[in-house]
């Protein structure tokens, strides 16, 4: 964001030239990079192909995309104002990130337009130095802002993104669930950071009350890794649970979590564990003075032949 | 604020109404000690539903009485302990352990009837 501001106000010009001479360099630029449109676009087209840059997309749609940039690109530079621009570089972002274009690319494709555009201002004021001195003046400030504009864009594009996702798991958050009456189940999915560390006990802890849940089984079997913090949180979600009347079994410890919680010397020895959920609950079961018994009689096993 | 105790059965049950004061814990403290002896009671229910904090003078004192009841051969219970409270309590690192807890009263007095069974 402070990139951007400080971009916003610097001026487009260097010492040497005027505000007035910027304008008309840039007009003539313009008028050049119009002209060649063709040439250069395939130029590009072309590196952006030989960098290996978009590897994620067809050279079709490199090259429909090279052209609207392109022209997004030289109107930037004629107009002087980056809205336009900004919104296009959004827009395209939202197109290219769920193909999986990554930042490093995004760059890369403006910058190397910027290199093809100063390539083709090379050849043409190769003959005049000072020229080509002033022009290069008035091009390449203006350039970086729009390699800076697309780039900001992309990349908050992409924390919109992650910053959604980030809701929506947190909106996918662990149901408590009633088994027997008095019995409840708590199976926790993917990674456990602190805040949802918290957001679990609080809900277990609601649930107990609301349940009048005399056992809990904690399923940890969807936890792939377990740090010191979690495990602690995961004793203090146990002694907690305790002090509402409830005693916790916690079910399906991995051989990696059981390795790392004895390695970093967690101390579990609070802790109720059984090895899988169905264990969890018969365990439970027979706290609460449960007996499932079945009513028939098993099906005979096949008698040998 | 002095604690009602009740007398229920062989049980004493001290139903906490408001937020206590260090010297009113102390005082429930002596008084519920003094009855278990009195009322030769089995058991004592500690009910704390109506306090939304739990400083680390009232756990201790919670704690003390669970320890001087045993000693006099009464079983304590504390029950009614707000979700929010037991959450705070661990991340303060303000256990009860070894003292038994219960969601509310009516499972206090079952624990307490169940270990009057196994004791015949």
Known sequence: ?305 | MEVPILKQGHYLIASIQSALTDADLSQLREALIARVGKYRARGVIVDVTALDVMDSFAVRTLRDIAHMARLRGSETVIVGIQPEVAFAMVQLGLSLKGIVTALDLEEGLAFLDAKARERG
Do not use: C
Request: without cysteine; proline residues 4%; charged residues 25%.
């Open chain 1, 1 to 305: 964001m402070k990139v951007k501001d400080t971009q916003a106000t610097a001026p487009l010009q260097t010492q040497q030239p005027t505000g007035e001479d910027t304008k008309g360099l840039l007009r003539e630029l313009v008028a050049h990079l119009r002209q060649n449109r063709t040439q250069l676009r395939e130029e590009w087209a072309r590196r952006i192909t030989q960098a290996k840059l978009l590897t994620a997309m067809t050279e079709e749609e490199i090259f429909a995309e090279a052209t609207s940039v392109y022209d997004n690109y030289v109107e930037a530079l004629e107009t002087g104002t980056f809205e336009a621009l900004q919104a296009y570089a959004r827009n395209l972002s939202e197109r290219i990130i769920p193909r999986g274009v990554e930042t490093h690319e995004v760059v890369g494709i403006v910058l190397l337009l910027r290199d093809v555009l100063a390539r083709s201002l090379f050849g043409k004021y190769h003959e005049d130095f000072t020229k080509l001195n002033r022009i290069l003046d008035a091009y390449e400030p203006a350039a970086n802002r729009i390699a800076n504009t697309v780039a900001v864009g992309f990349v908050q594009e992409r924390e919109r993104i992650i910053r959604q996702q980030q809701e929506a798991i947190r909106e996918l958050s662990t149901p408590v669930l009633q088994v027997r009456e008095r019995l409840l189940i708590l199976p926790i999915i993917g990674v456990i950071d602190p805040q949802r560390a918290r957001q679990l006990t609080e809900q277990l802890l609601r649930a107990i009350r609301t349940n009048r849940a005399k056992v809990v089984v904690i399923d940890i079997t969807g936890v792939a890794a377990m740090d010191s913090n979690v495990a602690n949180h995961l004793v203090q979600t146990v002694e907690a649970s305790r002090l509402l009347g409830a005693t916790v079994i916690v079910t399906g410890l991995s051989p990696e979590i059981a390795q790392t919680l004895v390695t970093i010397g967690v101390d579990l020895s609070e802790m109720a564990t059984v090895g899988d959920l169905q264990g969890g609950i018969e365990e439970a079961e027979r706290l609460l003075g449960y007996k499932v018994a079945t009513l028939a009689e098993p099906a005979a096993p096949p008698q040998p032949a």
